[in-house]
């Protein structure tokens, strides 16, 4: 960028890395480009693009860059920016619950938020032109059960199914609670195999997440092979059970668990078929 061209050549720029197939930028990134042009030159030519609505700042830092076909929505599609932005950020990630069922099929929950899954420290969620995304952190992401998505600018991490399935139960609270959770779980079983069960996933997933699937893939989804072959799969990896509640939030006293799960049935599974 020339200092003689001012905010027409951030611009120009802007539509070069559009042309090719780049749709975001960091602040860093823009600085090496230009490296004779001021700060303050490139705050004002930021603020006059971002003011035409040719880019949007999401995080201190890193911009969106909007092409005419979002010019009215005033935003990307979360695929299109969530890798590099994550990559940015230097951490591991995967999109999850609801976001990640919808790209293995289950779309009959529209999601309204997306849900992100990474590393602590916690992230402050993201809210910017109606949409929004959370983090959700934990110790470790468990790499072998992620999935590449391709997209339109690269590609982006999800959960495989069986890790879509045991996240939806073990963060129910939010994403509307359990009978939302089994309603989805109903469709992604489908794309789950009987072979999915894996040490891995038994060694990341919470024991009562385990418990809760089972019981749902057998009493709620009439998925009685898939519910063998991961009581088997606990059985082999040597996993005791100890007696929950279907319903976490709910009193269990004085209900039936009279099953294999050691589930306590304190609430009746409703799909939404």
Not at 28 to 40: C, E, M
Not at 65 to 73: A, E, K, N, V
Not at 101 to 109: C, D, E, L, M, P
Not at 141 to 161: C, D, F, M, W
Request: proline letters at 5%.
């Amino acid at each position: 960028m020339k200092n003689t061209k001012g905010n027409q050549s951030l611009e120009s720029w802007v539509e070069e890395q559009l042309s090719r197939g780049k749709y975001t930028f960091s602040l860093n990134t823009l600085r090496k480009s230009s490296p004779d042009q001021s700060d303050t030159a490139t705050k004002f030519a930021l603020k006059r693009l971002s003011d035409k609505g040719k880019i949007l700042s999401i995080y201190k830092g890193y911009y969106l860059i909007i092409p005419p076909q979002y010019s009215t929505r005033g935003i990307l599609p979360t695929s299109l920016f969530l890798d590099p932005f994550m990559q940015f950020l230097q951490r591991p990630y995967y999109l999850a619950l609801l976001n990640a069922a919808a790209y293995h099929g289950a779309s009959h929950q529209q999601p309204q938020e997306f849900f992100v899954i990474t590393n602590f420290p916690v992230l402050r969620s993201t809210q910017k032109k109606g949409m929004r995304i959370n983090y959700i952190s934990i110790k470790n992401i468990p790499a072998s059960l992620l999935v590449q998505k391709k997209t339109e600018a690269g590609y982006i991490n999800i959960s495989n199914p069986v890790l879509t399935a045991t996240d939806l139960i073990h963060f129910e609270k939010r994403i509307g609670g359990i009978n939302r959770a089994a309603s989805v779980i109903n469709e992604l079983a489908e794309s789950i195999k009987p072979g999915d069960f894996s040490a891995e996933l038994i060694a990341h997933a919470s024991v009562s997440a385990m418990q809760r699937l089972g019981y749902i893939l057998e009493f709620a989804c009439s998925q009685e092979n898939l519910a063998d072959h991961l009581f088997e799969s606990l059985k082999n990896n040597q996993i005791k059970f100890f007696r929950i509640p279907l319903k976490a939030s709910q009193k269990a006293i004085n209900y039936p668990t009279d099953n294999r799960w050691k589930v306590i049935v304190n609430t009746e599974i409703e799909i939404d078929e």
